[in-house]
């Protein structure tokens, strides 16, 4: 391995997929999956990215690619500052 055994993401793709694939189905979670896999490149995101926790309002089932997020992370909102 060039680069070891580290993840770019967290949780790592193995878990991000089977939490989709049991959130959303089979079909639906392992194009989220694959959209994810497909992100985890050297040139590609890296950080915390969890799963939507809804699908994208535009996504069908004859588009599976819908279901991806292509680009960047589902990241938590930033926790604000106490007052």
Same mark, same amino acid.
């Given at each position: 391995?060039?680069?070891?055994?580290?993840? &770019?993401?967290w #949780? +790592?793709? +193995?878990?991000?997929? $089977?939490?989709?694939?049991?959130?959303?189905? =089979?079909?639906?979670?392992? %194009?989220?999956?694959?959209? &994810?896999?497909? &992100?985890?490149? #050297?040139?590609?995101?890296?950080?915390? $990215?969890?799963?939507?926790?809804?699908?994208?309002? $535009?996504?069908? %089932?004859?588009?599976p %690619? +819908?279901?991806?997020? %292509? &680009?960047? =992370?589902?990241? #938590?909102? #930033?926790?604000?500052?106490?007052?």
């Amino acid at each position: 391995m060039l680069i070891g055994r580290q993840c &770019r993401h967290w #949780p +790592s793709c +193995s878990t991000y997929t $089977d939490e989709a694939v049991q959130r959303f189905g =089979v079909w639906r979670g392992g %194009w989220i999956g694959f959209a &994810r896999i497909c &992100r985890c490149t #050297p040139l590609g995101t890296s950080g915390i $990215d969890l799963v939507c926790e809804e699908l994208p309002p $535009d996504c069908a %089932w004859y588009r599976p %690619w +819908s279901y991806g997020r %292509w &680009r960047g =992370v589902n990241a #938590p909102p #930033p926790l604000e500052p106490e007052t």
